[in-house]
């Protein structure tokens, strides 16, 4: 499948493994690579080349050829180049549901409900990088079943090393109001909510809500509410719900709307993001 390519040379080579649900990606990127946005999946990947710039966990990190990337589900990231000659890497997206079934297999928890579950966003661990390489290779290039399989073992096996087994201390009573807000976003994504309707259910003022929140999660509620229709967009184009169906139901304006987000934080269209990952034509 050839990759996704644009005038300025940037690249995404995007597919998806349908039996697993796993997706891996190979992208090459100059300058801005893309908005900070959140994935609901477990993130492994490799720089292959240049320099590679994000912030992850309100720290800037900087990954050179050979290093390994970590990060967990629903952890805000960006992307950007600060040399000229850009950057490559290769990425493998692990669903929670199968990353749970694996790591039940070697004695641990959902790394979703684990607080700062890698213990570094970048890694130098050499066999682990080998590992994420082999098992990118044997999906993105449908090497068959075997050589999935052993490489996904071999993968999750040294990446339970990396994972950081303290659970996080209980939720003090602002906590708890911050997540009351999250839940009432998730059960009104499509809607058009106001600070007011979140300030009422929670049950303090509007400006105290939006401090709290940032401070909570790192980002405002509308950005948590974009990207939490952002993810949701994804899982429904990757099921083949057309582009206009899923501006929709997840709440944007139209379909130019979630386009222009979805570009922003993916580097792919909605349209181009389907083709790459289902049969379906998207119109």
């Known amino acids: 499948m050839c990759a996704q390519r644009s005038i300025s040379g940037d690249w995404v080579d995007f597919r998806r493994e349908q039996e697993t649900g796993i997706e891996s990606v190979s992208a090459h990127f100059t300058g801005h690579a893309y908005d900070p ?5 477990v993130l492994v990947g490799v720089t292959q080349q240049g320099v590679q710039r994000f912030n992850c966990h309100r720290e800037l990190h900087t990954s050179r050829p050979g290093r390994a990337i970590l990060i967990e589900p629903g952890a ?11 950057f490559t890497y290769v990425m493998l997206y692990l669903p929670q549901r199968w990353v749970t079934t694996m790591l039940q297999q070697h004695g641990h928890r959902d790394v979703s409900q684990i607080e700062a579950a890698f213990r570094n966003t970048l890694t130098d661990d050499n066999m682990l990088i080998h590992a994420i390489q ?3 290779f044997a999906i993105h290039h449908h090497e068959g ?3 999935r399989d052993q490489s996904l073992d071999h993968l999750m096996k040294l990446l339970t090393r990396h994972i950081d087994g303290k659970t996080a201390l209980p939720p003090d009573e602002t906590v708890l109001r911050m997540q009351r807000v999250k839940e009432m976003l998730h059960d009104h994504m499509a809607d ?3 600070l007011d309707a979140l300030s009422a259910h929670c049950g303090i003022d509007r400006f105290r809500l939006s401090r709290q929140f940032q401070k909570a999660f790192g980002q405002t509620p509308h950005a948590y509410l974009v990207r939490l ?10 099921h083949g719900l057309e582009p206009v169906q899923v501006a929709a139901q997840v709440g944007f304006a139209d379909q130019s709307h979630l386009g222009r987000w979805f570009q922003r ?5 909605p349209a181009a993001f389907q083709r790459q990952c289902t049969n379906v034509l998207s119109r």
């Open 76 to 86: 805000v990231h960006d992307g950007h180049a600060p040399d000229e000659n850009g």
């Open 134 to 136: 082999q098992a990118f």
């Open 192 to 194: 058009d909510i106001g």
């Open 37 to 41: 946005h959140d994935h609901d999946e």
């Open 145 to 147: 079943r075997l050589a």
């Open 229 to 238: 229709r952002l993810r949701t967009a994804r899982a429904l184009l990757a």
């Open 265 to 269: 934080a993916y580097r792919l269209s």
